[in-house]
């Protein structure tokens, strides 16, 4: 049986790589969503590693971190 990563905390190496993907996401995201005409109609973004969202001690995993940084382009999607 596989061992429950989500019964502890994230790991140093864990955190870091989450807040590269943060920081990734904070650059990355205003090139296709700021755009002032759509060349596109759909975005996807795909998570190959996502688990339960966080760990025990409530630090976002990368679906919670994607959906935070969508958050305040909602409005104008």
Do not use: H
Request: proline share 4%; glycine share 8%.
């Amino acid at each position: 049986m596989g061992t429950d990563i989500y019964s502890k905390a994230f790991d140093d190496g864990t955190q870091i790589k989450l807040y590269i993907l943060k920081e990734y996401l904070k650059e990355w995201l205003p090139v296709f969503l700021n755009r002032r005409e759509t060349i596109w109609k759909n975005i996807f973004i795909y998570d190959f590693f996502a688990g339960e969202g966080s760990d025990i001690e409530g630090n976002f995993g990368s679906p919670l971190i994607i959906l935070n940084e969508l958050k305040p382009y909602c409005n104008s999607l």
